[in-house]
């Protein structure tokens, strides 16, 4: 009756040699799509099903886990894929950055700078860059053989005709060690500088799309743009009301139904550190804070993020019955915001 | 280009066949293409044109014969020898395709000036305001207004946008053709006028092309020589004058003097 169900990390041990022989390949081809068998996994393909197979397949019983969604620790997707990898595996979890050997993330790359002794496993919906416009997989891959990627530069004009600059504001696409067009899954093009010559190996896994890609450590990965509209990371500049953090990525968060907002940054980690260090700097904010709100530079709109495809989500505190561990962060959880940070931010608007 | 190089032949064919299984497309097809030259291909329906056109422009194997492409370096390459990755290069800047249907040759989804920047995109043209420009100064020769360029062709005319598809096979310079009914599917009056424009932009140009028709009246006009086809097999060829004033074969004559007096 007490028996495991599963195998270390759900997986069994031949379907995760078959994932690692796709991992190898992608890294020893930087940039190029690995078709690998995906397997059913209990939770529903979207929720980071191929994040979560490629995490498993590299976790051994001596890795610390940190998962981010949006790059917060306490979101639902986050909490979730953690307490499949605590119940399945027992690793040891964390939500610091800096303790992670493993970071498995949705949408985000850490604020702090990833080492060479980390791996950080991205969640991809949609691992063809050239998929909105050549419809056709036989075509894409010949495309990817043959190195034609005009078509890609092709969207970027069209951006600038419609919008007078490059608008594609996530999944923008780079080019990796010289060769291949990447998606880089839906992180922010904020994110994008991050991946150039990262210390940290990359790994993208898409579960539905049946695809692994890799970034080695130390490559190459430039950002597709025109000589006369130069790629930029960012486009508005904000102030984080909590930490006051002015060169993180933030989100917008609702406060009430009066118009109310407020932009925090997106990397819950990276905040809370930048609190405990300096807790002077942070004004206690209350739920509904419009008077927060408006002191901040709302002209700028944040970073252009919408917040229109999510309602405010209801308040949830931080689990503090998670079996957190390994994470100095831990106190600061508990300090001034456990009260109205709520479970998600609302969200990147290019849910795909 | 050296009157040297104008005095060899760009495109050979030579006994071009292809079966599909027991059904034959077309048989012993053989004909040099000098630059600047355009010939006309005509025939009905199911004659074979289209198998020819599609073989001629590498995009099926033949089951028998060659063809053979003089590059821009003076070499003499049979197609079948190159790579896909250089006929593919090929494909898209010294040689066009001109599609009955605009909605193949065109992307009905991007505007008109990424239509046309793509090709320059694609040869690694990698600056904004050069590539509108260009597509710019292509519309204009193809007497399609310069405000349209960031309208999408899905909301340009027939006409339209078989003038674009003209100008996006244009735009790199190509030195020869293919077209497959160019004026199909249009109606009289804007077939006179894009038949107008091509014969302009192909004196203007130097083009070699290879034009698949039924209508001869668009062979007379563009082409200065003839191939008629039946069942798969050229039964007639010569200058474009001589065989439809004077034509031997019957079925040739039946095909002249099937065409309403104007």
Same mark, same amino acid.
């Given at each position: 009756?007490?028996?495991?169900?599963?195998?270390?990390? !759900?997986? =069994?041990?031949? *379907?995760?040699?078959?994932?690692?022989?796709?991992?190898?390949?992608?890294?020893?081809?930087?940039?190029?799509?690995?078709?690998?068998?995906?397997?059913?996994?209990?939770?529903?393909?979207?929720?980071?099903?191929?994040?979560?197979?490629?995490?498993?397949?590299?976790?051994?019983?001596?890795?610390? /886990?940190?998962?981010?969604?949006?790059?917060?620790?306490?979101?639902?997707?986050?909490?979730?894929?953690?307490?499949?990898?605590?119940?399945?595996?027992?690793?040891?979890?964390?939500? %610091? *950055?800096? =303790?992670? *050997?493993?970071?498995?993330?949705?949408?985000?790359?850490?604020?702090?700078?990833?080492?060479?002794?980390?791996?950080?496993?991205?969640?991809?919906?949609?691992?063809?860059?050239? +998929?909105? /416009?050549?419809?056709?997989?036989?075509?894409?891959?010949?495309?990817?053989?043959?190195?034609?990627?005009?078509?890609?530069?092709?969207?970027?004009?069209? @951006?600038?005709?419609?919008?007078?600059?490059?608008?594609?504001? !996530?999944?923008?696409?780079?080019?990796?060690?010289? $060769?291949?067009?990447?998606?880089?899954?839906?992180?922010?093009?904020?994110?994008?500088?991050?991946?150039?010559?990262?210390?940290?190996?990359?790994?993208?896994?898409?579960?539905?799309?049946? $695809?692994? !890609?890799?970034?080695?450590? !130390?490559?190459?990965?430039?950002?597709?743009?025109?000589?006369?509209?130069? &790629?930029?990371? +960012?486009?508005?500049?904000?102030?984080?009301? /909590?930490?006051?953090?002015?060169?993180?990525?933030?989100?917008?968060?609702?406060? @009430? @139904?009066?118009?109310? $907002?407020?932009?925090?940054? %997106?990397?819950?980690?990276?905040?809370?550190? $930048?609190?405990?260090?300096?807790?002077?700097?942070?004004?206690?904010?209350?739920?509904?804070?419009?008077?927060?709100?408006?002191?901040?530079?709302?002209?700028?709109?944040? /970073?252009?993020?919408?917040?229109? @495809?999510?309602?405010?989500?209801?308040?949830?505190?931080?689990?503090?019955?998670?079996?957190?561990?390994?994470?100095?962060?831990?106190?600061?959880? %508990?300090?001034?915001?456990?009260? &109205?940070?709520?479970?998600?931010?609302?969200?990147? *608007?290019?849910?795909? | 280009?050296?009157?040297?190089?104008?005095?060899?032949?760009?495109?050979?064919?030579?006994?071009?066949?292809?079966?599909?299984?027991?059904?034959?497309?077309?048989?012993?097809?053989?004909?040099?293409?000098?630059?600047?030259?355009?010939?006309?291909?005509?025939?009905?329906?199911?004659?074979?044109?289209?198998?020819?056109?599609?073989?001629?422009?590498?995009?099926?194997?033949?089951?028998?014969?060659?063809?053979?492409?003089?590059?821009?370096?003076?070499?003499?390459?049979?197609?079948?020898?190159?790579?896909?990755?250089?006929?593919?290069?090929?494909?898209?800047?010294?040689?066009?395709?001109?599609?009955?249907?605009?909605?193949?040759?065109?992307?009905?989804?991007?505007?008109?000036?990424?239509?046309?920047?793509?090709?320059?995109?694609?040869?690694?043209?990698?600056?904004?305001?050069?590539?509108?420009?260009?597509?710019?100064?292509?519309?204009?020769?193809?007497?399609?207004?310069?405000?349209?360029?960031?309208?999408?062709?899905?909301?340009?005319?027939?006409?339209?946008?078989?003038?674009?598809?003209?100008?996006?096979?244009?735009?790199?310079?190509?030195?020869?053709?293919?077209?497959?009914?160019?004026?199909?599917?249009?109606?009289?009056?804007?077939?006179?006028?894009?038949?107008?424009?091509?014969?302009?932009?192909?004196?203007?140009?130097?083009?070699?092309?290879?034009?698949?028709?039924?209508?001869?009246?668009?062979?007379?006009?563009?082409?200065?020589?003839?191939?008629?086809?039946?069942?798969?097999?050229?039964?007639?060829?010569?200058?474009?004058?001589?065989?439809?004033?004077?034509?031997?074969?019957?079925?040739?004559?039946?095909?002249?003097?099937?065409?309403?007096?104007?």
């Amino acid at each position: 009756m007490n028996a495991p169900a599963y195998n270390f990390a !759900y997986l =069994d041990e031949q *379907t995760k040699r078959m994932i690692r022989r796709a991992i190898l390949k992608a890294i020893a081809i930087p940039g190029y799509q690995v078709p690998f068998a995906s397997r059913e996994m209990p939770m529903p393909q979207g929720w980071g099903t191929g994040g979560v197979q490629v995490t498993a397949a590299i976790l051994g019983p001596n890795d610390v /886990l940190k998962v981010i969604d949006q790059g917060s620790d306490d979101t639902t997707n986050a909490v979730s894929i953690r307490k499949f990898f605590v119940k399945t595996a027992g690793v040891k979890i964390t939500t %610091s *950055t800096a =303790d992670a *050997t493993i970071v498995q993330t949705r949408h985000r790359i850490p604020e702090l700078p990833l080492t060479e002794q980390q791996v950080l496993v991205f969640q991809v919906p949609i691992p063809e860059p050239l +998929r909105f /416009l050549e419809p056709r997989e036989t075509e894409t891959r010949q495309m990817h053989a043959l190195e034609e990627y005009g078509l890609m530069h092709v969207k970027l004009y069209e @951006d600038i005709s419609r919008h007078g600059q490059i608008s594609t504001s !996530y999944a923008y696409p780079v080019k990796v060690d010289g $060769r291949y067009v990447m998606d880089p899954s839906p992180t922010p093009k904020f994110d994008n500088p991050k991946m150039n010559d990262c210390a940290a190996l990359q790994l993208f896994g898409a579960g539905r799309e049946k $695809r692994i !890609y890799a970034i080695p450590p !130390y490559t190459r990965v430039v950002s597709l743009d025109f000589e006369d509209h130069p &790629f930029e990371p +960012r486009w508005s500049s904000g102030t984080c009301a /909590l930490c006051a953090a002015t060169d993180s990525f933030l989100d917008e968060i609702i406060t @009430d @139904d009066r118009g109310g $907002r407020m932009f925090v940054c %997106s990397d819950t980690d990276h905040c809370e550190i $930048r609190r405990a260090a300096a807790p002077h700097v942070p004004e206690t904010v209350t739920p509904g804070g419009s008077e927060a709100s408006n002191s901040l530079p709302l002209e700028g709109g944040g /970073l252009g993020r919408g917040s229109t @495809d999510s309602p405010p989500v209801p308040p949830a505190t931080p689990s503090p019955t998670l079996p957190l561990s390994g994470g100095g962060s831990e106190a600061s959880t %508990s300090g001034v915001d456990s009260g &109205f940070r709520p479970a998600a931010g609302p969200g990147m *608007t290019g849910r795909r | 280009m050296s009157n040297l190089e104008n005095d060899r032949p760009l495109l050979q064919a030579e006994g071009l066949s292809k079966w599909y299984g027991r059904q034959l497309g077309c048989r012993d097809v053989s004909f040099d293409l000098y630059p600047g030259e355009v010939m006309a291909v005509v025939g009905e329906s199911g004659s074979g044109k289209t198998t020819l056109l599609q073989l001629l422009s590498a995009q099926l194997v033949p089951s028998a014969g060659r063809v053979c492409y003089r590059l821009r370096d003076g070499a003499v390459h049979d197609l079948a020898t190159l790579g896909q990755a250089q006929r593919r290069f090929l494909f898209r800047t010294d040689w066009g395709y001109v599609h009955q249907d605009p909605a193949l040759g065109l992307r009905m989804a991007v505007s008109a000036g990424a239509n046309v920047g793509e090709r320059l995109m694609a040869v690694g043209w990698r600056h904004y305001g050069r590539i509108r420009s260009a597509a710019e100064e292509w519309l204009d020769r193809v007497e399609i207004a310069r405000g349209r360029v960031d309208d999408p062709p899905s909301t340009y005319s027939g006409g339209m946008r078989q003038r674009l598809q003209i100008a996006r096979n244009l735009v790199t310079n190509p030195r020869l053709v293919f077209m497959d009914e160019p004026t199909g599917g249009l109606d009289v009056s804007v077939q006179a006028r894009l038949l107008d424009l091509i014969s302009g932009l192909v004196a203007e140009l130097g083009l070699a092309a290879v034009v698949v028709t039924h209508d001869l009246a668009v062979a007379r006009l563009l082409s200065h020589r003839v191939m008629v086809m039946k069942d798969g097999e050229v039964i007639e060829s010569g200058l474009t004058d001589q065989v439809l004033d004077d034509p031997r074969e019957p079925y040739t004559q039946l095909l002249v003097s099937s065409i309403l007096p104007a």
